[in-house]
């Protein structure tokens, strides 16, 4: 009999450290369970839940109280892992779910109610599209190395008939400018074949402690020039407390500095585009036999016209491109950048506007395992 205070006290430690929603309703759809991950994804407190009608304080979201009532009539589990987008009170994000109902019945038989285990989605749909992702560069990397060797060689003899045609012209001659364009239209076409190459090379990301405030700092820096005719103004937001991270220097000046420029291009004359950093609380990077790590997350805020939704699941495609002269292979890029490096890269429409783009890439320590 004195182990049932310190086996129901294990009981709550369990719920209220389990990642999963756990919400409890008796028979009459009233809470009286509402552990502290329901309260992260609804944005509801414990206070404002207990003692309140299961029905009333979720009236918006359809399919979960269709399924809590069936499971209270009938008695039986039910399961919903496709359908049902949680959206808490004080924010216009929506989390996919996955549910699972089930009743909760006395030892005595009649049933007492039932329980709600709400799911986090959210990595899971984003490592989805990671691979259906990967899934397309891999088969344009198949078809441009292909392409890359038929078309290369006929590169090099037109560029060197080129070279050679414009020292038959005189210094001044107006040809000379044709010939030059030649040059020029060559070697762009060879370098968006090598950009589609190296989508789909595998390359091992020469890792180093990277300083990610001072990487963002110089970027910023370089950029402000480049956009200061415009009026368009770049701050920093940056956490000094994060420390060093292991990624590939280059890389991931290739990559913010990508990021950065798109957002300074879409952005407003006489507006602002804001760069912040901080360690990421809703995501973390698990590799079997290590603890989580934590994650470190850029946001870039830009004041332009947005992407419609439409367009969102487009940007990563290769070609595709929505700005006059590009070549589509930049975000692509990016992508493949932030990947190799065990990280995410989202971009959400902002509510008042304009474009957040996203970045998380793993805090672990130099010698932990990156991520198959």
Request: net charge negative.
């Amino acid at each position: 009999m004195n182990t049932t205070p310190a086996t129901a006290l294990n009981y709550a430690m369990i719920l209220d450290n389990f990642d999963d929603a756990v919400i409890a309703i008796d028979q009459q759809g009233i809470i009286n369970l509402f552990n502290p991950a329901a309260q992260h994804f609804t944005g509801r407190s414990e206070k404002q839940s207990l003692g309140q009608s299961f029905f009333s304080c979720f009236q918006h979201q359809k399919t979960l109280c269709f399924l809590t009532r069936t499971v209270l009539d009938e008695g039986r589990s039910i399961s919903d892992h496709e359908t049902v987008n949680l959206q808490g009170r004080a924010s216009k994000r929506k989390r996919p779910v996955s549910v699972t109902v089930s009743p909760i019945f006395s030892t005595e038989g009649p049933q007492q109610g039932a329980v709600i285990i709400l799911h986090d989605l959210t990595q899971v749909r984003s490592l989805e599209e990671a691979i259906r992702h990967a899934d397309r560069l891999s088969m344009v990397g198949t078809m441009a190395a292909g392409l890359a060797h038929e078309i290369k060689n006929p590169l090099s003899g037109i560029k060197g008939s080129a070279q050679l045609l414009a020292m038959e012209f005189d210094s001044h001659s107006e040809l000379q400018e044709h010939t030059q364009l030649i040059v020029r239209e060559v070697e762009r076409i060879n370098r968006i074949i090598e950009e589609l190459l190296n989508l789909s090379r595998p390359r091992t990301v020469e890792s180093e402690r990277v300083n990610l405030s001072r990487l963002l700092d110089e970027i910023v820096r370089l950029q402000k020039h480049a956009v200061m005719e415009r009026g368009v103004q770049i701050r920093l937001q940056l956490d000094p407390s994060i420390p060093e991270i292991p990624g590939d220097h280059d890389l991931l000046v290739r990559l913010f500095l990508n990021l950065i420029k798109n957002a300074c291009e879409a952005t407003a004359d006489n507006s602002k585009v804001l760069v912040e950093s901080r360690i990421e609380a809703e995501y973390h990077l698990s590799l079997p036999g290590n603890a989580p790590t934590p994650m470190v997350q850029v946001n870039i805020y830009d004041q332009g016209p947005g992407i419609p939704k439409a367009e969102l699941q487009k940007v990563f495609t290769p070609f595709y491109t929505t700005k006059i002269g590009g070549s589509g292979l930049g975000l692509a890029i990016c992508q493949k950048i932030v990947t190799d490096h065990d990280g995410l890269l989202h971009f959400n429409e902002r509510s008042e506007g304009g474009t957040l783009t996203r970045v998380s890439l793993p805090l672990r320590h130099h010698n932990q395992p990156t991520a198959q």
